[in-house]
């Protein structure tokens, strides 16, 4: 059996999300990056534009073990919010860290425009972070903790948190070794299979029995994919009880 690890959470923030001005692409791309390093995401909250509203979370959420990914709201415009509810929820101060000073200056520099106070303004972070690497435009997220605050544009924010989980969380890649099987069962009725899912997950402590139902297509006919989660070495026995439940409650069902 695993010991049980901090989950990878993530939080999306703006209006432009919840109001539906915007599909949201961090989402899927998170997925995929988490999947490439053996990870999985374990939760995911959507905010607007709340700065009371995002402090409360993350208040809570700094609590916790997670480590958490939060994108967006880390500029400069009225409706960012995140560098000061960040600081609010872990009760610090928000100050010009000296690493992002460097590289919003270096920034300006580069590009021939003036620096104003409230461009370098985006260099206060809360008391105690580290400064995230920007590589499209030196202006940094931040980490505070476990949490990691990026940038909602996808091309800062997606390269920013291969950087993190590279940087910080190597010793995690990969070290999930549980296992997952199914079968599809035919004109199968949740109701019907919920003893056996509940003994199932009894017989095997740790096993986890998953139920996706599926309401039939022109193509496919009714079927529920019932499965099992857990330390390899429990999965086979744990899908051979679910067969059992199965058979004996006159369903017939094929192997995914």
């Known amino acids: 059996m695993n010991e049980t690890r901090a989950g990878i959470g993530a939080i999306i923030i703006g209006d432009e999300i919840t109001l ?28 607007g534009d709340d700065r009371q509203r995002l402090t409360e979370t993350l208040r809570r959420t700094l609590a916790s073990d997670d480590i958490v990914f939060s994108f967006g709201g880390i500029g400069n415009t009225p409706d960012d919010h995140t560098r000061q509810a960040a600081a609010a929820a872990a009760g610090v101060e928000l100050l010009l860290h000296p690493d992002a000073e460097r ?9 021939g425009f ?7 303004a985006m260099g206060n972070l809360p008391a105690g972070s580290r400064i995230i690497p920007n590589p499209y435009n030196r202006i940094p997220g931040f980490s505070l903790g476990h949490h990691h605050f990026v940038p909602g544009f996808p091309q800062m924010a997606w390269p ?13 890649f990969n070290a999930d070794t549980s296992a997952e099987a ?31 139902p599926f309401l039939g297509s022109a ?8 499965g099992v989660r857990g330390a390899p070495e429990q ?19 094929d192997e995914k």
């Open 160 to 172: 920013m948190v291969e950087w993190v989980l590279d940087h910080y969380y190597r010793e995690r």
């Open 20 to 47: 539906g001005k915007r599909s949201d692409k961090h989402f899927p791309r998170l997925l995929e990056i988490l999947a490439a390093r053996g990870l999985v995401l374990a939760w995911a909250l959507y905010i």
């Open 219 to 226: 193509e496919v006919q009714r079927h529920i994919e019932l």
């Open 235 to 253: 999965v086979p026995q744990a899908m051979a009880a679910i067969r059992r439940g199965v058979a004996e409650l006159g369903y017939s069902f």
């Open 103 to 111: 590289e919003i200056r270096a920034r300006f520099a580069e590009s």
């Open 182 to 212: 199914a079968i599809l069962v035919w004109k199968g009725v949740e109701g019907a299979l919920i003893g056996v899912m509940r003994g199932v997950e009894a017989d095997f402590p740790g096993v986890k029995v998953f139920s996706l």
């Open 114 to 120: 003036e620096l104003t106070d409230l461009q370098l």
